[in-house]
């Protein structure tokens, strides 16, 4: 039977399904729902062995209960893993809900419920993808599926747990369905997602603080120093100019830009939607690229000296900033880390003590476009959609598959349906029944594109 | 009866004359000490009339009473108005005091109490010479006293009462003790106080805060802006880039700066003091001229974003600055006040939304050293010590000096005869027996000087 015919037969059945696993409250970050994470960690395990899994069970985590389940056909075949997550967000405020957020109803088209898209409603398409493919008997590679508890607040756990079940999770490709489209209509595929490096700067002047009319314009001002140092860390093009920071920026080719700037993109909406009057950003890129493809530096906090009400003068003895930027392809979050430390440490002035903390870091991912995986998924969304995807390269950063490929030494290929109006995290969760049924159709034919 | 010999005679009534007035804990901050605010107010009366003047009266202000007295020649003689105050400082941590703060006691040659510098002890020394030059009928000019009750809490009621009683306060120079010597033996009049600019920059870039992944490297970060202004408004001269900040700053001729630069200084020492590596100033002045005679711009305050603990990313909407400058003479701080806020208006990116507000000023002092109450001064000084006053100018404000010279339109000499080990405001105040001595003997000799 055709995909799609499949799907539209079965559908209230895959909705009734869903549904069960959606009534589960599992808000992860409820200390109260342990008993609902585990639950809906078996609805997951109930449902695998229903769609065709060999086996399935759920594991032990060190926080909340991970789900493993699978179909081999043997070591001649690839291997796909899917990764998912059965936690969701918190409902509060619970009164600007339309329907209570664990009934889902479907209505306009949609499905509305906290977890109709993220990640519950996007996760389930695989599941009935797999069904499909296992009953239709067109299988022809491994399958295993990773659902874990803790996405929405951090996959603290997963790390360890990718360590102890290395084995079992091994795989050629992974897939994911937990992003969206940038329009209604157009598929699209993350193909890149920035990393990230942290930094905490402490300036300190005098070694108390000191009375700015006695000693002001002989001593040091931290904050002053500060600034100076914080505006020579980009030029007048809003280029880094921290020697080595674009070392390893892969340029892309002007193919590549061009597929990366077919992300619809309307200035004024974007200003409108920020609320400027004007943007700013590296010289030479466009606002997709600023975001996708270049990184950024950013102050995330600063603060020193007298914050109160009033006018109070003082020279005060240190300023601190928290300073931020977000890393593309192929920068080294470690080696980008201790560079500016290094810079910054090296250029202080002998009057004013400078000392920078790298504390966070983060790795940026990118999936070329041209790997099987990834054509294999772009052939699926023309079939299905009638037009290639668009690579999405997004300025966020999602730290596990950055953990995937540094540990199981595999790309992840981000094929989401979801839509900007689908208040993912916000009151009125909704999932529209279409990109349902058009996700589990582009999931079959990835299936059968990628192990023809 | 020479001045030195009759001080010698009656020093240890008027050691015991100063003591009824330290005995009284007038510490103005303190709510519970209204009606010793009082008391102290009455013994100045008393002693007033007792040292010669016609008449003295406690007076009624917004706040604490304000003493007046005055001994009047006639309208053909010129006027003296001495300036002091009765309040002192509150005594906490009282534990740290090795003798009870208001039980005066004289030891090692010092006086030890609370106000036995600041300003009971400097302000008594008027009191002795004022019955010196009556009783010896050696006065040439009107004196006349206002002694107020509210110094150390900012002189609130002052500029009202001022208002209120100008015709009574009308004079040709204020002679005011209530600063310091620039070392033990070394006259000093601090001929110069600078004023004040004070304003709240508020960058807005945002109109919410966004995620620095999404948005960072397209829409401005207001912190970055807001450190890129800041760092603009100094060169690498440490100038102010301000046109026409200088304008109206007075430059000194190269013997004015000779006599402000004979302020001791090691640079040694200042650096321990303040405790930095090296300093840091307007290029081509000495640290003494930095703080005198040079404006300065210091960031008094900075706040925005995250300030917690970790690696929270944002991209912040909105960014803090407290701005201060400390200014000289002839610079006009409401003109200086304007000049900042519109050049920082004016200039601002159109991506950011800047408002700067002027929230406080001050007028700077400045006393030259040519004017006949100067010299007399200069003169008294140097029969009793043997040498010239330094002319110091102090880098902080004294706002009431300047709200004199707005109100009543006269100069002031301060003549002061405190040493940096006084440790006013703090545990053990104390004062040189032989300054309150040669204080008395100076300020008689200034009398003598300035009305021949």
Same mark, same amino acid.
Request: charged share 20%; aromatic share 10%.
């Given at each position: 039977m055709e995909p799609k015919k499949y799907i539209d037969q079965n559908i209230d059945r895959f909705l009734e399904e869903l549904f069960e696993l959606i009534r +589960?409250? #599992?808000?992860? #970050?409820?200390? $109260?729902?342990k008993e609902d994470m585990r639950k809906a960690a078996e609805v997951w395990v109930k449902h695998l062995l229903a769609a065709g899994a060999e086996k399935a069970s759920v594991f032990e985590s060190d926080g909340h209960p991970v789900v493993m389940g699978e179909k081999i056909l043997g070591d001649e075949f690839p291997t796909v893993l899917v990764y998912a997550h059965y936690d969701v967000m918190p409902v &509060?405020?619970?009164?600007?809900?339309?329907?209570?957020?664990?009934d889902p109803i479907v209505k306009d088209g949609r499905i509305w419920a906290r977890g109709a898209d993220d990640d519950k409603g996007q996760s389930f398409m695989h599941a009935k993808a797999f069904e499909y493919v296992l009953r239709e008997g067109l299988l022809k590679c491994n399958v295993k599926f990773l659902i874990e508890g803790e996405e929405e607040i951090g996959s603290a756990s997963l790390p360890a747990f990718i360590d102890a079940h290395r084995e079992q999770l091994a795989c050629d490709v992974i897939l994911v369905s937990d992003t969206g489209m940038v329009k209604p209509g157009q598929p699209t595929i993350t193909s890149g997602l920035r990393g990230l490096s942290y930094w905490e700067v402490e300036v300190t002047g005098p070694s108390r603080d000191l009375h700015s009319g006695l000693f002001g314009g002989a001593v040091a001002n931290p904050i002053n120093v500060l600034c100076k140092m914080i505006a020579g860390l980009t030029d007048e093009r809003n280029? +880094?100019? +921290?020697?080595?920071?674009?070392? &390893?920026v892969r340029e892309l080719s002007s193919e590549e830009r061009r597929l990366v700037n077919q992300v619809p993109y309307d200035e004024a909406d974007y200003k409108a939607e920020v609320g400027v009057k004007a943007l700013c950003g590296e010289y030479g890129y466009t606002t997709t690229e600023r975001t996708g493809i270049r990184p950024s530096f950013d102050v995330c906090g600063i603060w020193g000296g007298f914050s109160g009400e009033g006018a109070k003068t003082v020279l005060p003895s240190k300023a601190y900033a928290k300073l931020s930027s977000r890393l593309v392809?192929? $920068?080294d979050y470690v080696a980008i880390g201790q560079l500016l430390k290094s810079h910054l440490e090296t250029h202080a002035p002998d009057y004013v003590d400078v000392k920078v903390q790298v504390l966070h870091g983060g790795k940026p991912y990118e999936c070329p476009i041209d790997i099987p995986a990834y054509q294999a998924a772009a052939r699926a969304c023309e079939t299905v959609f009638g037009k290639l995807p668009v690579p999405y390269k997004s300025g966020? #950063?999602?730290?596990i598959i950055s953990t995937f490929e540094e540990k199981l030494g595999v790309k992840s290929i981000l094929l989401g349906f979801g839509l900007? #109006?689908?208040?993912i995290h916000s009151p009125n969760e909704n999932f529209p029944l279409d990109n349902f049924k058009k996700g589990i159709e582009t999931i079959i034919q990835f299936y059968k594109e990628f192990a023809k």
């Open positions: +589960v409250p #599992s808000i992860s #970050s409820d200390g $109260q729902r &509060d405020p619970l009164e600007l809900w339309d329907h209570p957020p664990f280029k +880094v100019t +921290v020697p080595g920071f674009y070392n &390893d392809a192929n $920068q966020g #950063s999602i730290p900007a #109006s689908d208040a």
